[in-house]
């Protein structure tokens, strides 16, 4: 059974294939998503959900994103690091079962594992920047026992 840190990993391939070699969504399904997690059903459905929403909701993550990077423009950003953060913030609002601080532990292990060294430290805090601004806009909906927690000040 593959582990949800390993589907955002694959996800993370399959949104850096979509960005960077302007791949189709449909061929990333075929040839990442379901090459890597194919036996694994609900791995494989989880990713295919994840990545999809993640595409389809490119600008309004971006926008929050650009949000919290004042004086610095999205483009700049290493693509990796960029990625990630849509992943993050994806999860954040359309994932009612993910607890923030799980989605804030990943992130953060993503960055390190793929990005540069400061990048970790720089997605928790735009992660947590975003999650201050989203909560009290009303914007995250976290349902079940533990899932719902105040954001860090």
Do not use: H
Not at 14 to 29: H, S
Not at 65 to 79: D, G, P, S
């Amino acid at each position: 059974m593959i582990n949800r840190r390993e589907v955002r990993e694959v996800v993370l391939q399959a949104l850096y294939a979509l960005e960077v070699g302007k791949n189709p969504p449909g061929e990333i399904r075929t040839y990442i998503l379901k090459e890597k997690l194919g036996n694994d059903k609900e791995a494989l459905k989880f990713a295919e959900k994840l990545f999809l929403r993640t595409v389809d909701m490119e600008q309004e993550l971006d926008a929050i994103i650009e949000e919290q990077i004042k004086n610095w423009e999205i483009n700049r950003l290493a693509v990796i690091d960029k990625l990630i953060l849509r992943i993050a913030l994806c999860e954040f609002l359309r994932f009612d079962d993910i607890p923030t601080k799980v989605t804030i532990n990943e992130a953060i292990e993503l960055a390190k594992n793929y990005s540069t060294q400061k990048s970790g430290k720089f997605v928790n805090g735009i992660i947590d920047a975003a999650l201050n601004v989203l909560s009290e806009q009303g914007r995250i909906e976290k349902k079940g026992r533990g899932l719902i927690e105040s954001p860090r000040k």
